[in-house]
């Protein structure tokens, strides 16, 4: 069982930068799928970005040109470079990946809290 483990959330002003990173206790060559949802309260959870093992990234179409998806396999990592917050960006981010082979599944981290202040 892999676990997920997300780092680099708080608070930033408008216009300021975030880094999250996701840690994977395990390998993360096993995920088709691995990036970040979030969800901001009274609202569902929603796709930012993801990382594929054969594509290039999908970004939601809110966040395409300032946030950046990456990953480091060697680190069993998975980074989320967030540049020009706004607070519409205020959410918890959770690292998600997902496992389509024999015995895997989706794997959920615990969240990051992003608040950007205006």
């Known amino acids: 069982q892999v676990q997920l483990e997300e780092s680099g959330g708080g608070l930033v002003q408008a216009g300021g930068s975030l880094r999250l990173s996701c840690a994977a206790s395990g390998s993360i060559n096993r995920f088709n799928y691995m990036g970040w949802y979030r969800q901001a309260p009274g609202k569902q959870r929603e796709m930012v970005a993801l990382?594929?093992?054969?594509?290039?990234?999908n970004y939601a179409d809110s966040v395409k040109g300032r946030f950046a998806i990456s990953r480091d396999n060697a680190k069993n990592t998975v980074y989320l470079q967030m540049d020009s917050l706004k607070p519409d960006d205020t959410a918890v981010y959770y690292c998600y990946g997902k496992d389509y082979g024999v015995g895997g599944g989706s794997y959920w981290g615990q969240g990051t809290q992003v608040t950007v202040s205006s």
């Open positions: 990382t594929t093992n054969s594509d290039g990234p």
